[in-house]
Every structure is written in C-alpha cells, then in structure tokens.
C-alpha cells in the first residue's frame, strides 16, 4: 500500500466506517434532518425569487445586524436555510447533504442542528459586536456592514466540518478547514468570513468542553481500555491504523466513546 493510501486509511478510515454503517443499514433514513434541510432550502430559495415570497422571507429570516436584537434570535435559526441571493443555491443544497449528512450520520439530528445554530448564533452576535468595535479594531466590521443580509448554511458547514474531524480523529483535516477560513479571511476581508472564524471559536469551545467531559466523565477509563472488546492503543502514528479495517469491529473501534442518538 503506498504512503498516501495509508495517510488515508489513518485519517478517516474511523469516520468512513461512522458514516457506513448507518447508511447501509438505513439508507435515506438514516439522515432525515438532511434531507428535509435540503428540502427547505430549497423551498426558500424558490419562495425569495417570487415577486410575492421575497418579502415575507426577509421578514422571516433575513437578519442585518442592524435590526433589534430580539427579532434577529428569532429569525436566525430561519436564516441558515435561506440562500444567498448572490451565490448559486446548488452550493448551498450540496454543502448542507454532504456536510450535514455527514453529521447527522456520526452525530443524530439533534446533535447536528445543535452546532449548527450554535455556529449561526456566533456569526450573528459576532457582526453586532464587530460593527461596535469599529473598522479600526483587529476584529472590528464598518458601519456598513450593519445592513448586510447575513443569511446561509455556511457557518454552520464549517463547524459541523470541525467537530466530526475532530471526533473521529481527522486532525489533518480539522487543520484544514481551520486554515483555508483564515487564508479567505486574508484574501476576502468582509463580514462572511469573519463570520466563519466566528463560527470557528464556537466550535473550538465546543470541541474542549466534549474533549473534558470525556476525559473526566464515568465511562473514560473503560472506553480507554477496551472498546468491543478491542485493546485501544494510544501513541504515536499509525496507532489507530493498526486497529482500523474497513467494515470491521476494529474499524468501528476507534478509541471514542459511541455517541447516542
């Protein structure tokens, strides 16, 4: 096997395995969530292009950070659904199949839309406060951008990209994603990127919390020991390589403790 087929199955051999046995147990069933998001964006997207839906989408879940502050919580769950006017929809549809899909696999629904609105929630807080902190500051918005239309499942795709990296071991790939926001942020300095590196600190807290409730919760010590009667090997590289098989008991045994849908 050469070098780079190895590097593959160690990075997300573990994840591969997450995401494939639900599938293939249940098929489209396994990720419901996803596919009704698909659905809704859709819809929006539809409803925002018809001179009688483009109104009553903006007042449902458009939100501007110069609105008051209570209307915006409200409509920014909405908001995550509801396309860009000034992107293609199809890269919204297939970021929220793929990267939500994804999640829900690994996660459940209910994980999955929690860090998703925990993403959205920080960009949104976060352009409030940035706009205060003016144009001048490191982290600071212009005035302008209080009248942005701050709407998209990007947010949430980066973070939901993040976490299940990181959950199931793909480091390299949680480095990533983490890297390719901050060069868009240098070559794109506007609201959505700073935005996604908003949504980046809330994941990153996220991952600690989980990282601290696992290390000190009641099932630590024996998911460190013994994982479907399988040794885990913590260490250098290739330690989860060698217990990783596509398909098998070992593969679904990667050191983590299960998650309950």
């Known amino acids: 096997m050469n070098r780079f087929a190895r590097w593959a199955r160690e990075e997300w051999g573990p994840l591969y395995d997450a995401v494939r046995e639900p599938l293939l147990k249940r098929g489209p069933r396994a990720v419901p969530m996803t596919l009704a998001a698909v659905c809704l964006t859709a819809v929006l997207q539809y409803v925002q292009n018809q001179p009688w839906g ?5 007042d449902a879940g458009a939100v501007r950070a110069q609105d008051p502050l209570w209307p915006a919580l409200l409509r920014t769950p909405l908001s995550l659904y509801v396309p860009a006017l000034d992107l293609p929809v199809w890269g919204a549809l297939a970021q929220i199949l793929f990267v939500f899909g994804i999640a829900e696999a690994c996660l459940g629904w ?8 925990v993403a959205t929630l920080a960009g949104t807080l976060y352009a409030r406060v940035g706009v205060a902190l003016g ?16 709407t998209g499942p990007s947010a949430a795709v980066v973070a939901l990209a993040v976490f299940v990296a990181w ?52 099932g630590h010590r024996r998911w460190d020991r013994h994982r479907h009667g399988y040794p885990v090997r913590h260490g250098g590289t290739g330690s989860r390589l060698a ?8 593969g679904r045994g990667s050191g983590l403790p299960p998650i309950q849908s």
């Not at 209910?110 to 609105?117: D, E, K």
């Open 243 to 250: 217990q990783w098989r596509p398909g098998s008991r070992a």
């Open 167 to 218: 959950r199931y071991g793909a480091y390299v790939t949680t480095g990533a994603v983490t890297a390719a926001m901050a060069a868009e942020l240098l070559f794109k300095d506007n609201l959505a990127g700073k935005e996604h590196l908003a949504a980046l600190m809330a994941v990153g807290t996220l991952c600690l919390v989980t990282a601290v409730r696992q290390r000190h919760g009641p």
């Open 135 to 150: 144009p001048h500051a490191p982290f600071g918005l212009p005035a302008t951008d209080t009248q942005v239309v701050d």
């Open 110 to 117: 209910w994980r999955t839309l929690g860090i998703a609105y």
């Open 54 to 58: 483009f109104g009553f989408v903006q």
